[in-house]
């Protein structure tokens, strides 16, 4: 148990009674909008609705964010798969958006896979593009760390420096290459949401050195990085941020459109982490 933490210890003990198990895997991932099908690829162990579980809040039901827990084989390795995420525009704390993450790495996990959906900036970041994170500029206004109650077994000054992992991201470029699939490194911008970016919003976004912009990742990060854990991430590109015709359906339809090519890279690269 966390020892100082009755939330996460409860949160915990009620998984171990539900057949999760610690310290079996050293991978979490987390599937961001669009691409919670495959977590039903996962040969499960276990699995468990988030709301079941004492510190996780109920999801709001933002359209295609199923929550739930996983913890199995999938690509042929154990691993904790996280289906869903809390967003700052639902209206959650950034304790409440980060707490999965706490549970990954209280369940013995120390690498984050973590995918999202994002709208693309630079010119060449079009619709169905993958880029891999390298760097984050968090303009969402809120931080996990922040507060007299620290998270347990974190570093409140957390250097954010190497945020993602050099290895790891080599690792996914030489993933998406065996997945015949082509990857372009980039910097996410992390926005509040849930409305769109205007046109200024964007020439400012781009001019701050902004690859591709959404509304999640960052806080996740910031709370593995404070944790010890590595950490790797990517987008996949659903929309030209500053279009008139954005949409949270459309951004839906066009990750599940693409989540075969997503599964074929998650596979290769969690093949090559465990």
Same mark, same amino acid.
């Given at each position: ?12 003990? %009620? ?16 599937? /961001? ?5 495959? @977590? @039903? ?18 999801p709001a039901g933002t359209p295609?964010? $199923? ?10 390795? +154990? ?22 993450v706490r549970v990954a ?5 120390? $690498? ?5 959906? *994002? ?18 500029? +968090? ?16 570093? *409140? ?41 205007? @046109? ?8 701050? /050195? *902004? ?20 950490? $790797? ?9 500053? %279009?008139?015709?954005?949409?949270? *359906?459309? +951004?839906?339809?066009? /990750?599940?459109?693409? @989540? ?15």
């Amino acid at each position: 148990m966390s020892g100082t933490d009755p939330i996460l210890d409860a949160a915990i003990a %009620s998984l171990e009674e539900s057949g999760f198990r610690r310290d079996v895997s050293s991978v979490a991932l987390i599937l /961001g909008s669009g691409f919670g099908a495959i @977590e @039903e690829r996962c040969e499960a162990l276990a699995r468990i609705a988030y709301e079941e579980v004492p510190g996780f809040a109920r999801p709001a039901g933002t359209p295609g964010h $199923v929550c739930r827990l996983s913890q199995g084989r999938l690509f042929s390795r +154990n691993v904790l798969v996280f289906r869903g995420r809390y967003h700052a525009y639902e209206g959650f704390a950034s304790r409440e958006l980060v707490f999965p993450v706490r549970v990954a790495r209280a369940l013995g996990a120390s $690498v984050l896979v973590a995918t999202n959906a *994002a709208g693309g900036i630079r010119d060449d970041l079009l619709e169905g593009s993958l880029m891999a994170i390298t760097d984050h500029i +968090n303009l969402m206004g809120i931080n996990p760390l922040v507060g007299r109650q620290r998270l347990t077994g974190a570093t *409140a000054f957390a250097p954010m420096a190497g945020a993602y992992d050099a290895a790891l991201l080599g690792k996914l470029e030489a993933a998406a290459a065996r997945a015949g699939e082509a990857v372009a490194r980039g910097v996410y911008a992390a926005v509040l949401g849930p409305s769109f970016e205007t @046109e200024a919003e964007v020439r400012m976004l781009k001019g701050l /050195g *902004a690859d591709a912009v959404g509304m999640s990742t960052v806080p996740e990060v910031i709370c593995a990085r404070a944790l010890g854990m590595k950490v $790797v991430a990517f987008s996949l590109i659903t929309n030209r941020a500053g %279009s008139r015709e954005d949409s949270h *359906a459309h +951004n839906l339809s066009r /990750g599940s459109d693409t @989540e075969g090519r997503i599964a074929r890279i998650l596979e290769e690269l969690i093949q090559s982490l465990a």
